[in-house]
């Protein structure tokens, strides 16, 4: 049995949504392009997924148990996401097949946010930008994190 919420490891059926154990879905950081149709060195757009994001996963979800991985390069204002996946894992530029073993193979994620994940656009418009980890009501807080055995 695997440590996430009784999971198997997944069947080779793979063509077929609803079918395994688990979905992996990978997300980015929300993010903007420029005018040019560049995506900008810094990122300066909404923190927030879009509705139509956010109802992709909850679409996928519906179909299978849903593991979310989240490049985290900035953080990302998803309470949505959040609660609609069955596993959430906050990452920060690792590769996928590294993603897989944690989530299916013999290793144990270890990790903390090294920022709060704000619950709300409204919470980051309004937190003072000169104050770390003082946003209101976060998501997840600075320093939050998982440990379980592999």
Do not use: K, W
């Not at 073993?101 to 309004?126: K, R």
């Amino acid at each position: 049995m695997h440590p996430v919420r009784g999971l198997h490891r997944p069947r080779r059926d793979r063509h077929r949504p609803g079918r395994g154990d688990l979905a992996p879905l990978r997300l980015h950081a929300p993010c903007s392009q420029d005018p040019d149709g560049r995506i900008s060195y810094f990122h300066d757009s909404d923190l927030a997924f879009t509705a139509e994001q956010s109802d992709h996963v909850r679409a996928i979800v519906a179909q299978a148990p849903t593991a979310v991985a989240v490049h985290l390069e900035r953080p990302a204002v998803m309470p949505e996401i959040a609660e609609a996946a069955h596993a959430i894992l906050g990452d920060f530029g690792a590769d996928d097949t590294v993603l897989a073993h944690l989530v299916l193979g013999p290793h144990a994620p270890l990790g903390h946010l090294p920022f709060d994940l704000p619950s709300s656009m409204n919470a980051v418009e309004t937190h003072p930008e000169d104050v770390r980890f003082s946003t209101t009501d976060p998501l997840y807080r600075y320093g939050h994190g998982l440990r379980y055995r592999g």
